[in-house]
């Protein structure tokens, strides 16, 4: 079969050199972006497939996650309620957002420091855009998301939780979680990928922040108290949940979480740059 | 028009023993101040040294030297996977690189969904993957397997899926390594001539292989890799007068056909 015109037409000469300077390494870091994105579809169908297979021949499918969110919210909902003497009207839909968001999180980390040597077979097969790998993890955690979203909609409307009027702001949040996504991915990845130690060390340390961040339980609780600005107002995490979770829950919209949080997710865009212009031609080596 | 120009390049594998490949001994070193020692002192390997030449539409490059030459990094170079540390490579022209049997493929993933995600990536449409899917399912001969996971398939079927993958898109440079001659006679058979049309059809053609025949039935020129370096560079008769014992020679260019 001949590749249609309009594939092969887009085809321009590529020019692999070894790149001695950042210009260099920053354009060839910048046109494997691009490249990525050019292959949307095959980003698009890896991610699904790896659903597919994950429950492959199983009754529900992926909505064994929703299921499964679904129950951990019930049980721990009414079990912490009466631990935190909260009023389950109120803390259950805090706790829904809450676990749907950290789960995307804690998938993103675990699943994105292990995405170049996961396709090993694949980087060493043919030439493809390296992001594509860590753009695969993070469309697929999206669409898991996605399928778990139908817990917190379940949950507002049992407790008739109405968002405030600033939830539009929900919008920039969840592009903001997109790009840090693929910035974590990228740079999780590429560590991984070089030291074998970082994916059990980004577990335990994603494990001991779901425990320090206002996840399971409210900030509230820690208020006019010393420990809170250090959990809560200089917590990466809460910042990033909050900016979600407060105009969602009906609380007005907080502008200092947003600039903590642009704070950091410029940072972390930043150090994703440097670490794949600086790593990315060492990557095919290292898987 | 094909062109693939390799120009000056130089590859080298980084060698990670079990412990400066660990975080604790790289932060340790940092810790210390070592860690630029230690890049500096770092091992490799020199996989290929200041290699360079140019291939156009029509030519027919075989490669030969002994296991560890740098044939098959070579190849890989060549396809774009492995970047050079040293030098620069242009590649003109769609590329297919045959190197392992498996293709890149997802074991765990059905072989037409193999056979989707390779059509997405050379960015053909939906019809185009159903011709490719047909395509590939006739020449492999896998019929029902097709809806099976790769994984449960025996390696002569994943040789033969891997074959028709890679040979059912037509590229303009043709890289191959030598594993595509190992399989069953008939399917080999069958591969031969779905390669020679191929060979035919591609501008470029690329191949390592031990075999003096095949290198003298299929290239026009070929080129002696040893220790990553360039020995000899020239006619097939050329090349293989020099790399082969008199006797072997001979007798490869009498089973070739062709007249010394």
Redesign the interface.
């Given at each position: 079969?001949?590749?249609?015109h309009?594939?092969?037409a887009?085809?321009r000469?590529?020019?692999?050199?070894?790149a001695h300077n950042w210009r260099d390494r920053a354009a060839t870091a910048a046109a494997d972006i691009a490249e990525t994105w050019?292959?949307w579809?095959?980003v698009w169908?890896?991610s699904m497939?790896d659903i597919r297979?994950r429950y492959r021949g199983s009754l529900l499918g992926p909505f064994w996650l929703t299921l499964s969110t679904a129950v951990m919210v019930g049980s721990i909902g009414f079990l912490y309620a009466r631990l935190f003497h909260q009023n389950v009207a109120g803390y259950l839909p805090f706790l829904s957002i809450s676990l749907v968001l950290w789960n995307f999180i804690n998938t993103i980390t675990s699943e994105g420091s292990l995405c170049f040597t996961q396709s090993e077979?694949?980087?060493?097969?043919?030439?493809?855009p390296l992001s594509l790998h860590a753009a695969r993890v993070v469309v697929r955690n999206i669409v898991v998301l996605a399928h778990n979203i139908v817990v917190i909609v379940v949950v507002f409307a049992i407790f008739r939780t109405i968002p405030s009027l600033s939830s539009f702001s929900v919008l920039p949040a969840c592009a903001l979680w997109v790009i840090d996504a693929m910035a974590v991915s990228l740079i999780l990845g590429i560590f991984g990928a070089?030291?074998?130690?970082?994916p059990p060390?980004v577990a335990s340390i994603v494990q001991i922040a779901f425990y320090l961040t206002p996840i399971m339980w409210n900030p509230v609780m820690l208020k006019h108290r010393g420990l809170s600005i250090v959990l809560v107002e200089w917590n990466p995490f809460y910042a990033l949940l909050e900016i979600m979770r407060g105009p969602l829950l009906g609380n007005p919209l907080e502008p200092s979480a947003w600039a903590v949080a642009l704070v950091y997710s410029a940072a972390l865009v930043a150090l994703a740059g440097f670490v794949f212009m600086h790593a990315r031609?060492?990557i095919?080596?290292w898987v | 028009m094909a062109?693939l120009i390799i120009d000056n390049v130089?590859v080298s594998?980084?060698l990670y023993h079990g412990e400066s490949?660990?975080?604790?001994k790289?932060m340790f070193a940092a810790a210390s101040g070592r860690l630029g020692e230690d890049r500096k002192h770092r091992l490799v390997v020199e996989a290929l040294r200041n290699v360079s030449f140019s291939l156009h539409t029509g030519d027919r490059l075989g490669f030969i030297g002994s296991n560890g030459a740098g044939k098959t990094t070579l190849l890989?170079t060549m396809?774009?996977?492995?970047?050079?540390?040293?030098?620069?490579?242009?590649?003109?022209?769609?590329?297919t690189?045959l190197?392992?049997p498996?293709?890149?493929?997802?074991f765990?993933?059905t072989g037409r969904?193999n056979i989707?995600?390779r059509g997405?990536?050379?960015?053909?449409?939906d019809a185009?993957i159903k011709?490719?899917q047909a395509?590939v399912a006739a020449f492999a001969g896998l019929d029902q397997f097709l809806e099976l996971p790769v994984r449960t398939y025996s390696s002569g079927m994943v040789v033969r899926l891997g074959f028709a993958l890679a040979t059912?898109?037509?590229p303009q440079i043709l890289l191959m390594d030598e594993w595509i001659l190992a399989g069953d006679a008939s399917f080999l058979d069958k591969a031969r001539h779905r390669l020679e049309t191929m060979v035919r059809g591609a501008e470029i053609l690329v191949l390592s292989s031990h075999s003096a025949e095949i290198i003298l039935q299929w290239c026009n020129r070929v080129i002696w890799m040893d220790g990553g370096q360039i020995k000899a560079d020239g006619t097939p008769e050329e090349v293989l007068a020099a790399y082969l014992p008199p006797e072997q020679f001979a007798q490869a260019m009498a089973a070739a056909g062709v007249s010394a």
């Amino acid at each position: 079969m001949d590749l249609s015109h309009a594939a092969r037409a887009s085809r321009r000469p590529v020019s692999i050199t070894a790149a001695h300077n950042w210009r260099d390494r920053a354009a060839t870091a910048a046109a494997d972006i691009a490249e990525t994105w050019r292959l949307w579809p095959l980003v698009w169908t890896l991610s699904m497939l790896d659903i597919r297979l994950r429950y492959r021949g199983s009754l529900l499918g992926p909505f064994w996650l929703t299921l499964s969110t679904a129950v951990m919210v019930g049980s721990i909902g009414f079990l912490y309620a009466r631990l935190f003497h909260q009023n389950v009207a109120g803390y259950l839909p805090f706790l829904s957002i809450s676990l749907v968001l950290w789960n995307f999180i804690n998938t993103i980390t675990s699943e994105g420091s292990l995405c170049f040597t996961q396709s090993e077979s694949m980087i060493r097969a043919m030439r493809m855009p390296l992001s594509l790998h860590a753009a695969r993890v993070v469309v697929r955690n999206i669409v898991v998301l996605a399928h778990n979203i139908v817990v917190i909609v379940v949950v507002f409307a049992i407790f008739r939780t109405i968002p405030s009027l600033s939830s539009f702001s929900v919008l920039p949040a969840c592009a903001l979680w997109v790009i840090d996504a693929m910035a974590v991915s990228l740079i999780l990845g590429i560590f991984g990928a070089r030291f074998r130690d970082i994916p059990p060390i980004v577990a335990s340390i994603v494990q001991i922040a779901f425990y320090l961040t206002p996840i399971m339980w409210n900030p509230v609780m820690l208020k006019h108290r010393g420990l809170s600005i250090v959990l809560v107002e200089w917590n990466p995490f809460y910042a990033l949940l909050e900016i979600m979770r407060g105009p969602l829950l009906g609380n007005p919209l907080e502008p200092s979480a947003w600039a903590v949080a642009l704070v950091y997710s410029a940072a972390l865009v930043a150090l994703a740059g440097f670490v794949f212009m600086h790593a990315r031609s060492r990557i095919a080596y290292w898987v | 028009m094909a062109n693939l120009i390799i120009d000056n390049v130089s590859v080298s594998f980084p060698l990670y023993h079990g412990e400066s490949r660990s975080l604790k001994k790289t932060m340790f070193a940092a810790a210390s101040g070592r860690l630029g020692e230690d890049r500096k002192h770092r091992l490799v390997v020199e996989a290929l040294r200041n290699v360079s030449f140019s291939l156009h539409t029509g030519d027919r490059l075989g490669f030969i030297g002994s296991n560890g030459a740098g044939k098959t990094t070579l190849l890989r170079t060549m396809a774009g996977i492995y970047e050079p540390v040293g030098g620069n490579i242009t590649i003109d022209g769609a590329i297919t690189a045959l190197l392992d049997p498996g293709q890149g493929m997802n074991f765990d993933m059905t072989g037409r969904e193999n056979i989707r995600l390779r059509g997405l990536f050379n960015g053909v449409n939906d019809a185009q993957i159903k011709q490719l899917q047909a395509d590939v399912a006739a020449f492999a001969g896998l019929d029902q397997f097709l809806e099976l996971p790769v994984r449960t398939y025996s390696s002569g079927m994943v040789v033969r899926l891997g074959f028709a993958l890679a040979t059912a898109i037509k590229p303009q440079i043709l890289l191959m390594d030598e594993w595509i001659l190992a399989g069953d006679a008939s399917f080999l058979d069958k591969a031969r001539h779905r390669l020679e049309t191929m060979v035919r059809g591609a501008e470029i053609l690329v191949l390592s292989s031990h075999s003096a025949e095949i290198i003298l039935q299929w290239c026009n020129r070929v080129i002696w890799m040893d220790g990553g370096q360039i020995k000899a560079d020239g006619t097939p008769e050329e090349v293989l007068a020099a790399y082969l014992p008199p006797e072997q020679f001979a007798q490869a260019m009498a089973a070739a056909g062709v007249s010394a």
